[in-house]
């Protein structure tokens, strides 16, 4: 089955970057990113591994190489802490969508 | 504005049946998919499967295939999440999303506990 992996913890000062990473067999997928606050639903902060959607700070920013993508906040705020997923679409076998096992941001 | 109302939190005994709904809108129900997705208590999420309600077409994930069902009703824009026999692993939360690839307007939650 599918399987993409995240590190299951980030931890970052304020006003640094964090860096998360989601990796699997995902040259030729579309990778979306999800934060998740405490009690809340996610949220979609990035899509089709670099886009923005409206309403998200430009502090956060997705990319992709090869096997693996990245989610990058930059000047890390306390309101940044939460979990955040890695989405892709399995096209290869049309199973559907797959999450990554999350990974916990902490501001330090 | 673009919005999912789900129905409200279940408490349920094992062996029960369950249907929780989805409700969109803002937009046109029939012009994005609808997915469904799992979190059990501390876990993380976990993708169930999605419905095409323009032609009601369902894929679901290997892991809840025969295990839930999706269906839709266009004419009141709800999607749906059934369950014929629960069991007390069915305790989660539940939320829907329009799915076009991303997920990008999401749901509430509803919350189903499963106990005897």
């Known amino acids: 089955s599918y399987v993409l992996t995240q590190p299951p913890s980030v931890s970052v000062a304020p006003g640094q970057t964090a860096r998360i990473t989601c990796g699997g067999n995902i040259g030729r997928e579309s990778v979306h990113w999800y934060q998740q606050r405490p009690g809340q639903a996610p949220v979609l902060v990035v899509y089709?591994?670099?886009d923005r959607p409206s309403g998200i700070p430009e502090r956060f920013s997705g990319s992709k190489s090869g096997n693996t993508a990245t989610l990058t906040i930059i000047r890390v705020e306390a309101g940044d802490e939460a979990d955040y997923y890695c989405q892709v679409w399995d096209s290869s076998s049309d199973h559907g969508g797959v999450f990554g096992g999350g990974t916990k941001v902490t501001v330090l | 504005e673009v919005q999912l109302v789900q129905s409200g939190a279940e408490v349920k005994k094992p062996g029960e049946s369950l249907k929780i709904s989805c409700q969109g809108s803002?937009?046109?129900?029939?012009?994005?998919?609808i997915g469904w997705v799992r979190q059990k208590p501390g876990k993380g999420l976990e993708w169930m499967g999605v419905?095409?309600?323009?032609?009601?077409?369902?894929t679901y994930s290997p892991s809840f295939q025969g295990q839930v069902t999706i269906s839709a009703d266009t004419s009141i824009s709800t999607a749906y999440l059934h369950w014929s026999t629960l069991k007390a692993s069915d305790t989660a939360v539940y939320y829907c999303a329009r799915h076009d690839g991303a997920m990008d307007v999401w749901g509430q939650g509803t919350t189903v506990t499963v106990s005897s």
């Open positions: 089709d591994d670099s």
């Open positions: 803002g937009y046109r129900f029939t012009d994005y998919w």
């Open positions: 419905i095409d309600p323009d032609d009601s077409d369902t």
